[in-house]
């Protein structure tokens, strides 16, 4: 899934974002607003590096974005974007399995939430799988359609610390 990405700004509460590759059929869904109530950005410098890397990488399945909010660390969860589920997750069962790039798998619940009939929240599972990739506020996942019957995604991570300037990073190693 390579190509320009454009980015439109959806209506509902969640001020949720959707991507589509404009040269294939094949969507690319981003779960979090870019910008502020005043329009400032709400990434950090190394949220917009990983979050850059993320949707520029190479896909071969549809897939979506995620960039870990607050709520997602401390509440223990992650939303997948209604367009997606509509697209290829509309009969899934509750439970999915989430891959890593190991090949390590948690299972977890994907229920349809209350206030948007659509779009699905991983829970179940998604403290565990935040756990043991060390996810922090401001890191970025996608989440790849790898097996559409008994759902199957693979996430990549994309830590936003990595993606630090060299001499934050001394600095941090330093502190």
Same mark, same amino acid.
């Given at each position: 899934?390579?190509?320009?990405?454009?980015?439109?700004?959806? @209506?509902?509460?969640?001020?949720?974002?959707?991507?589509?590759?404009?040269?294939?059929? =094949?969507?690319?869904?981003?779960?979090?607003?870019?910008? /502020?109530?005043?329009?400032?950005?709400?990434?950090?410098?190394? @949220?917009?590096? +990983?979050?850059?890397?993320?949707? @520029?990488?190479?896909?071969?399945?549809?897939?979506?974005?995620?960039?870990?909010?607050?709520?997602? $660390?401390?509440?223990?969860?992650?939303?997948?974007?209604?367009?997606?589920?509509?697209?290829?997750?509309?009969s899934c069962s509750d439970f999915i399995q989430v891959e890593a790039l190991n090949g390590k798998q948690w299972q977890m619940r994907c229920t349809?939430?209350?206030? $948007?009939?659509? +779009?699905?929240?991983?829970?179940? /599972?998604?403290?565990?799988?935040?756990?043991?990739?060390?996810?922090?506020? /401001?890191?970025?996942?996608?989440? =790849?359609? $790898?097996?559409?019957?008994?759902?199957?995604?693979?996430?990549?991570?994309?830590?936003?610390? =990595?993606?630090?300037?060299?001499?934050?990073?001394?600095?941090?190693?330093?502190?």
């Open positions: 899934m390579r190509g320009k990405v454009k980015i439109e700004n959806r @209506t509902h509460r969640s001020h949720d974002l959707s991507a589509k590759h404009e040269d294939e059929d =094949e969507l690319m869904f981003i779960t979090k607003s870019l910008y /502020g109530s005043k329009r400032k950005p709400l990434m950090s410098r190394e @949220t917009e590096r +990983a979050f850059h890397a993320a949707k @520029t990488c190479e896909r071969t399945h549809p897939c979506f974005l995620v960039i870990l909010s607050k709520a997602n $660390i401390e509440r223990s969860y992650a939303d997948v974007p209604s367009e997606f589920v509509v697209k290829y997750m509309q349809f939430r209350y206030s $948007i009939n659509s +779009a699905k929240r991983m829970n179940h /599972g998604w403290s565990a799988f935040k756990n043991d990739n060390n996810l922090k506020e /401001g890191d970025v996942c996608v989440f =790849e359609l $790898i097996k559409q019957n008994g759902v199957l995604l693979r996430a990549s991570v994309y830590h936003a610390a =990595e993606y630090a300037d060299p001499v934050k990073k001394r600095l941090k190693k330093q502190v």
